[in-house]
């Protein structure tokens, strides 16, 4: 079975510039999370997806950050404009449905560099 | 603050040492997950363990559940430089199923 699949794996932008990241869930799992991981800090939730439905995006800087997930399938996540502080790895992760956050699996995550 | 504190921060050992790493927090969860960090790489899920108590074992690797289910502990035994990675515990607060991580404890196991 196929993991999750992130892209790009690196992007280094100026501030100010827009970004765009790329997840492919494993298939058939119906939960999305898209979370930020600053160096030397645990992943931090942005973003969770029901299908093509917004679980909770409490945490999400909706003033430059957003997300979809169309379909129900894969999902992006933008930031426009990129801050400094955006720098962080983004990490996507899927879950079956019904075992939500007791199961689960993670991408290789994107690094972003903010200059 | 954090819903879920980890300690130690850091850890270096030499092979063969056992060692425990902590996670607690004043809340209740309804369940904990550990996972594990290698650079570059997301984290990959361990254990989850969700009754108060609850002991599980994976090869070298012992994780527990507090009985008032407010804190978990990782053991593990005989460390190889293959254990080396972020340690991190995660769970929904209450029972909430939005999820919470710590921040990780480094391990670093020298041969």
């Known amino acids: 079975e196929a993991g999750v699949a992130q892209s790009p794996r690196y992007k280094i932008i100026e501030k100010r510039q827009s970004v765009a990241f790329w997840c492919n869930p494993i298939?058939?799992?119906?939960?999305l999370y898209w979370y930020q991981q600053i160096l030397g800090q645990g992943p931090k939730l942005l973003i969770q997806f029901q299908n093509n439905g917004v679980v909770d995006d409490s945490q999400l800087p909706k003033d430059r950050f957003s997300a979809e997930r169309l379909k129900g399938v894969d999902s992006t996540l933008k930031i426009q404009p990129a801050k400094l502080e955006d720098s962080a790895v983004y990490l996507c992760?899927?879950?079956?449905?019904?075992?939500?956050?007791?199961?689960?699996?993670f991408g290789p995550g994107t690094r972003l560099t903010v200059t | 603050t954090q819903l879920l504190e980890q300690s130690p921060q850091f850890l270096s050992i030499q092979e063969g040492e056992n060692l425990t790493v902590y996670c607690n927090s004043s809340?209740?969860?309804?369940?904990l997950q550990w996972y594990r960090q290698e650079p570059g790489e997301g984290p990959v899920l361990l254990v989850t363990?969700?009754?108060?108590?609850e002991v599980k074992k994976l090869k070298r690797l012992t994780f527990q559940f507090g009985d008032a289910r407010k804190d978990s502990s990782l053991h593990i035994t005989a460390a190889q430089p293959g254990d080396t990675g972020l340690y991190l515990c995660?769970?929904?607060?209450?029972?909430?199923?939005?999820?919470?991580f710590g921040r990780g404890t480094s391990l670093i196991v020298h041969p």
């Open positions: 992760a899927s879950s079956p449905r019904g075992r939500g956050i007791l199961e689960q699996y």
């Open positions: 809340s209740v969860f309804s369940s």
């Open positions: 298939s058939g799992h119906a939960t």
């Open positions: 995660a769970g929904g607060e209450g029972g909430s199923y939005i999820p919470t």
């Open positions: 363990v969700v009754t108060g108590g």
